[in-house]
Structures are given as C-alpha cells and as structure tokens.
C-alpha cells in the first residue's frame, strides 16, 4: 500500500466518522427541540383544560375582581362542584375537584410542571372574564410563557 492511498483511505474515513458525527449530533439537538415543544404544548393543552372547564363555570368565587394579581383560581363548575386551580410548593400546578376529593377521594390532576408563576387577576367590576399569566421551566432551564384569558359563560346573575 503506498502513501498516496493509505491519504485516500483516510481522508474517505474522517468523512464518514465526520458525517456519522454530524447525524448523532443533529438528533440529540432534533430530540432536545422536540422535548421543549412538547413541554411548551403540555401547557397549551393545560391551558385549554383549565378554559373548558372555566368556561363553563357557574360562578367564579376567588380571586375578587379588584384587578390584583392572585396565585389561584376558585370557581363552581356547572355541576356545582367547587374547583380549585393552585400552584403547589413543589413548583406544580394542579386543577383540584374539591367535591370529588371528599367523595370520591379524585386526586388532583396536574397541568404542569416545573411551574415558575402562576398569576391570576380580573379586571375591576367585571363578574364573568378571569386573565392569567403561567411560566414554566423546561429541562435545560429555557422559559415558556402563556398568558390567557376566559369569559365565564354560564355565569348565573
């Protein structure tokens, strides 16, 4: 074997490693995206769980509406069944039926994790519309921001 091809065989074999290389390199960074979307879509379909059920709330109890921002929301679902949403000393966010809980010992269901702020507030003089604000963390410790807002529609006056 001369010199001249044992540089062909080399050359050929740091393309193929670099090309290996770049393939295993591109799917961690393709599977890293795809967790982080997938963290950022659970608190979108957090966020439309928590707006079906408020919206179809009878009565919104907690926070008042004064406009300040509040760490949870309370509210009467249209069974009557008293619904807590609260964020938890563990950074979790959870959506609680009360009623369920003492009947029929529900657990919580949880919305997110690694929840960072969880802000509630409804604008002075206002009896059906609940805005929110949620921040999440994913595993690299990049941020997700939702923010929302639901008009109660079967608010009884």
């Known amino acids: 074997m001369s010199?001249?091809?044992?540089?062909?065989?080399l050359i050929i074999f740091v393309v193929v490693v670099g090309f290996v290389?770049?393939?295993i390199w591109g799917?961690?960074?393709?599977?890293?995206?795809?967790?982080?979307?997938?963290?950022?879509?659970?608190?979108?379909?957090?966020?439309?769980?928590?707006?079906?059920k408020l919206g179809q709330a009878t009565?919104?109890?907690?926070?008042?509406?004064?406009?300040?921002?509040?760490?949870?929301?309370?509210?009467?679902?249209?069974q009557g069944e008293l619904i807590v949403l609260y964020l938890n000393e563990k950074e979790n966010l959870f959506l609680l039926n009360y009623d369920g809980a003492?009947?029929?010992?529900?657990?919580?269901?949880?919305?997110?994790?690694?929840?960072?702020?969880?802000?509630?507030?409804?604008?002075?003089g206002t009896e059906d519309y609940v805005q929110y604000f949620a921040r999440i963390l994913d595993d690299?410790?990049?941020?997700?921001?939702l923010t929302d807002g639901i008009t109660v529609r079967n608010i009884i006056r």
């Open 21 to 23: 290389f770049i393939l």
């Open 3 to 9: 010199f001249i091809e044992m540089m062909v065989y």
């Open 140 to 145: 690299k410790n990049v941020e997700f921001a």
């Open 59 to 78: 009565r919104i109890l907690f926070p008042p509406p004064d406009g300040k921002p509040y760490h949870q929301i309370v509210f009467l679902s249209e």
């Open 102 to 124: 003492k009947r029929r010992k529900e657990k919580p269901s949880l919305l997110s994790r690694r929840t960072l702020d969880f802000i509630v507030s409804r604008p002075v």
């Open 27 to 52: 799917g961690r960074q393709a599977e890293t995206g795809r967790r982080r979307l997938g963290i950022f879509q659970d608190l979108r379909l957090s966020s439309q769980k928590l707006n079906l």
